[in-house]
């Protein structure tokens, strides 16, 4: 058995759990959301705490789920974080 085989097995096509919908087509702009205006989730504001405190930037507790996608987007090009494929390998 090779690395990371402690991993549950998943089907190609099985989408991981707790994902949105909203995340799995990542190419609709976060204004277009229906939920755009609602309070950011929990996993948003814990991600974005802990992206924040790496940039040095503030976290808003007042964030809306669209504020804190594009905030989590920015920040994420800002510290290297949440790059998949783009690994200097």
Do not use: H
């Not at 085989?5 to 759990?17: E, G, I, Y």
């Not at 996993?43 to 930037?57: D, F, K, M, N, V």
């Not at 804190?68 to 390998?89: H, M, P, V, Y």
């Amino acid at each position: 058995m090779g690395a990371g085989t402690n991993l549950p097995l998943m089907k190609p096509d099985d989408v991981p759990p707790d994902v949105p919908p909203a995340s799995l087509n990542p190419e609709k702009d976060p204004d277009e959301w229906v939920t755009k205006d609602e309070p950011m989730t929990g996993p948003q504001r814990s991600y974005l705490q802990t992206l924040c405190r790496e940039a040095g930037e503030e976290f808003n507790e007042t964030w809306t789920k669209a504020e804190a996608s594009k905030k989590i987007e920015e920040l994420q090009q800002k510290t290297g974080r949440g790059k998949t494929g783009t690994t200097n390998s």
